[in-house]
């Protein structure tokens, strides 16, 4: 949900896209200085974040307190530092390993129709580069879909998942 494929994303970055996703180049510096920089003030890294969300009410109180209590933990912040390392290096290297081969399976790829960074993009048609069968649309949210419009997702993605539906 809300993304493409990041060696994809890293071979189209501009300023745009780095000040937009500036964590994608925060999170990957050594161990473990972003770490130590977000554990001085988790809570204003995700006021940053999700703030807006949670003013409106988008991010109900219980789901705020659930994500600052998971980010406050060292374990779950390294963790997450060490995801966006993972895109940054191997996962790099395991897309170039496996260019060319197709993903075969059904994808169905949705995004936010009010991320300014995917209107540059027809979104089925770059992922149709990957794989052969791509459905999908956009959702009338930000990047975070599923707290934004979770009915939207869920009748996007239930059907899709459903045993019984036809495959295209």
Known sequence: MDILPTAFLYAQTD???????????????EYDFPEKLLSGNPEAFLRYELGE?????VIVPEAWSEYLRALSNPTAMHGMCEDYRAGATIDL?????DSGQPLLCPLMVLWGDENPVWRRFNMLEVWRQFAPTVVGSAIRAGHY??????DQVLAKLLPFLSPQREMA
């Open 15 to 29: 300023r745009s896209f780095a000040t937009r996703y500036w964590e994608w180049f925060f999170f990957v510096q």
């Open 53 to 57: 969300w949670v003013n409106n009410g």
């Open 93 to 97: 290297e395991h897309d170039a390993a």
């Open 145 to 150: 879909l599923a707290e934004e419009a979770p």
